[in-house]
């Protein structure tokens, strides 16, 4: 299994972006992609998932109406749209996806994923 993220960067707060995550090999059955991340000093969190199992979603407080994922199963990509970026925003983004996570994928801890991507920066200037 292989993730790779992309799409971080700069941006002002209160600015946009858009965050994808190209996978491969999640081939025997279905799975859970979560977004995590990780900021300064601070321990990874679960902030979005989506199952490839019926697409039911989920977001953490911090980011729920502001975040929405979505997955492109044609292209193999899972996407986190960011809009109205803060500055606590900030920190390295990860994707990771799991087998077991399928039916219900919210709430985990990054010991609960098995697979993961490299990570990308995303920072918000103030």
């Known amino acids: 299994v292989q993730l790779v993220e992309s799409g971080g960067g700069l941006v002002q707060a209160g600015g946009s972006l858009r965050l994808s995550c190209a996978h491969s090999?999640?081939?025997?059955?279905?799975?859970?992609i979560a977004w995590f991340r990780q900021a300064p000093g601070k321990e990874r969190e679960e902030i979005s998932c989506i199952s490839s199992m019926d697409g039911d979603t989920g977001y953490a407080d911090s980011v729920k109406g502001r975040f929405t994922i979505s997955s492109d199963n044609n292209k193999n990509t899972v996407y986190l749209q960011m809009n109205s970026l803060k500055a606590e925003d900030t920190a390295v983004y990860y994707c990771?996806?799991?087998?077991?996570?399928?039916?219900?994928?919210?709430?985990?801890?990054?010991?609960?994923?098995?697979?993961w991507g490299q990570g990308t920066q995303v920072t918000v200037s103030s």
């Open positions: 090999g999640l081939i025997f059955g279905d799975y859970a």
């Open positions: 990771a996806a799991d087998y077991r996570r399928y039916y219900y994928c919210s709430g985990y801890g990054p010991d609960e994923f098995d697979y």
